[in-house]
Nanobody, 125 residues
Framework: QVQLAESGGGLVQAGGSLRLSCAAS????????MGWFRQAPGKEREFVAA????????EYLDSVKGRFTIYRDNAKNTVYLRMNSLKPEDTAVYYC??????????????????WGQGTQVTVSS
């Protein structure tokens, strides 16, 4: 049973930075594609970023390109999301997700088998 646990969320002012972490246990983390999604109040869950098992491939939501960086440390079974230049519209609950193979459509939450409980990110203006 794969378990994912996010941490690192919090309250930050616009223009600030946060680093989210997602620790995995119970599976072969190093073989999984990993992703980050977010969900703001009243909105659907939205793809943010994805990374392949060996970090060779990454994808991002257009609105976070150049500001967010996804990376992973397979030795620590952890995937990270570094978020810089945060904006109020980045406010959401952020979830990490895992897939046993690279998703055919990385932006679709249906293609990920494993999910964490989420961590709140609030950006004040």
């Amino acid at each position: 049973q794969v378990q994912l646990a996010e941490s690192g969320g919090g309250l930050v002012q616009a223009g600030g930075s946060l680093r989210l972490s997602c620790a995995a246990s119970g599976g072969t983390f190093s073989s999984y594609a990993m992703g980050w999604f977010r969900q703001a109040p009243g909105k659907e869950r939205e793809f943010v970023a994805a990374i392949s098992w060996g970090s060779a491939r990454t994808e991002y939501l257009d609105s976070v390109k150049g500001r967010f960086t996804i990376y992973r440390d397979n030795a620590k079974n952890t995937v990270y999301l570094r978020m810089n230049s945060l904006k109020p519209e980045d406010t959401a609950v952020y979830y990490c997700a895992g897939a046993r193979t690279w998703p055919k459509k990385t932006s679709s939450s249906d293609t990920y088998e494993y999910w964490g409980q989420g961590t709140q990110v609030t950006v004040s203006s």
